[in-house]
């Protein structure tokens, strides 16, 4: 084997350089400023962080990650800022792990410990969300169960939601679990702006921001791509022509189609790449690819080599159904006004705004890029790692595989994304 084979599979220069430190950033979420102090406010396009498959990055259009943009810095007066709940370590969400560490490293006091959110749930990174239910609605809450006390009511409705990625929104038809932002215009640009003002107002108990300030978070969002960059069985995810990374996915369109992004992988014979060991992994991760393409999970995720929803739709994946409740979630029984249906839910996701039945239980279809840097999964964070995740897809929706290597293959493609 040549010298500059080998090469391919190893990650690049800087993270020979910096494994140690990363590891120690990755973890260090629990401190907002750290990253911004120890970048001089500019985290460089394409700097790794390490997660349990390798490592992920973000490459944003500015040329550089602004941590001095408003998104990163606190508008109101508890000390709260967007990203007290997307860290551009973990994917721009935020790991129970992350929550963990913030509140040992600050015995309890950092401002993400605001009593709005503080509960047992938020240790677990979930947050509580709600609202109440459209007068007009074709529904009513018959009955609840809110063992934490969460705020739930004969009119409202309290959930515990994990925080969506802020990253990835060029190619994304809506914001926010339940479309609460965007309400189906597809106006993603004017749906990031209502969710910071929401944010900034409530979340962050803030006096209305200017709207310089909502476009500059706005813009800021928009530019930002985030995925996985390399593995660590795989090496780097653009090697022997695959289109892996953030900076491929930066400059990828908002289509229809399947995921294409290491075709260049398929059938790769061992050792005319890498190593033969890499070389197999990279097969395994191609092949991983056409299962998604080929077993129906391209009906919801649709949006090429991003898995979003390219037509902006909701779906009801059986996530908030009873049998997936996990202890402290509140239980509503919901009654259908007119023919008397009832059904039990832990969080009615797009019914929540909309009033109908039939969108009962619906909610949007995330990015799956990155995927390997912000588990745990679903809306409510019941899939602990990405094997739960096709064990969900398979109890609840059918999904059958022809093998257990396919099964494998799927997952190594997803910890891949």
Avoid at 66 to 71: G, M, Q, R
Avoid at 153 to 167: D, E, I, K, N, Y
Avoid at 279 to 291: L, T
């Amino acid at each position: 084997m040549n010298r500059s084979r080998s090469l391919q599979s190893r990650p690049p220069g800087i993270l020979l350089t910096t494994l140690g430190v990363l590891a120690t950033l990755t973890g260090a979420a629990a401190h907002a400023d750290g990253l911004a102090d120890l970048f001089d406010g500019q985290l460089p396009n394409n700097f790794p962080f390490l997660n349990g498959a390798g490592t992920a990055a973000t490459f944003s259009t500015a040329g550089f990650v602004d941590l001095t943009n408003a998104f990163h810095v606190p508008q109101g007066s508890n000390g709260r800022s967007c990203e007290s709940c997307h860290l551009p370590q973990v994917g721009w969400s935020i790991r129970p792990i992350d929550v963990e560490l913030k509140f040992l490293l600050t015995q309890g006091n950092d401002p993400i410990f605001n009593p709005m959110d503080a509960n047992s749930m938020l240790r677990k990174g979930l947050f509580r969300r709600g609202g109440t239910i459209p007068a007009a609605g074709e529904f009513f809450i018959a009955s609840f169960d809110d063992p934490l006390g969460a705020g739930a009511s004969a009119t409202t409705v309290q959930a515990f939601r994990r925080p969506l990625a802020t990253a990835n929104f060029h190619i994304a038809q809506n914001i926010g679990w339940h479309d609460q932002n965007t309400n189906g215009s597809g106006n993603v640009f004017q749906g990031l702006k209502t969710q910071a003002d929401g944010n900034i107002k409530g979340g962050q108990e803030g006096s209305p921001p200017s709207d310089d300030t909502l476009n500059s978070i706005a813009n800021y969002e928009l530019g930002l791509a985030f995925a996985q960059q390399f593995s660590f069985s795989a090496g780097l995810l653009t090697a022997c022509g695959a289109k892996g990374g953030p900076e491929n996915l930066s400059a990828q369109v908002q289509v229809k189609g399947p995921f294409d992004l290491f075709d260049a992988w398929r059938d790769l014979k061992p050792g005319s790449c890498g190593t033969r060991a890499v070389d197999r992994k990279r097969a395994q991760i191609a092949h991983g690819q056409d299962v998604f393409n080929s077993i129906g999970c391209n009906g919801c995720h649709s949006a090429a080599n991003n898995g979003s929803n390219v037509d902006g739709r909701l779906f009801d994946i059986h996530a908030s159904q009873v049998q997936h409740r996990k202890p402290g979630m509140p239980l509503y029984t919901m009654q259908n006004k007119q023919t008397g249906e009832t059904r039990q839910t832990t969080d009615p996701g797009r019914a929540l705004r909309s009033g109908k039945w039939a969108d009962m239980d619906r909610f949007k279809v995330p990015s799956l890029r990155g995927l390997s840097a912000r588990a745990p999964y679903f809306h409510n964070g019941i899939a602990a790692n990405l094997d739960e995740v096709v064990a969900h897809y398979e109890a609840e929706l059918g999904f059958k595989f022809d093998t257990a290597a396919d099964r494998a293959a799927l997952i190594a493609f997803l910890e891949a994304l």
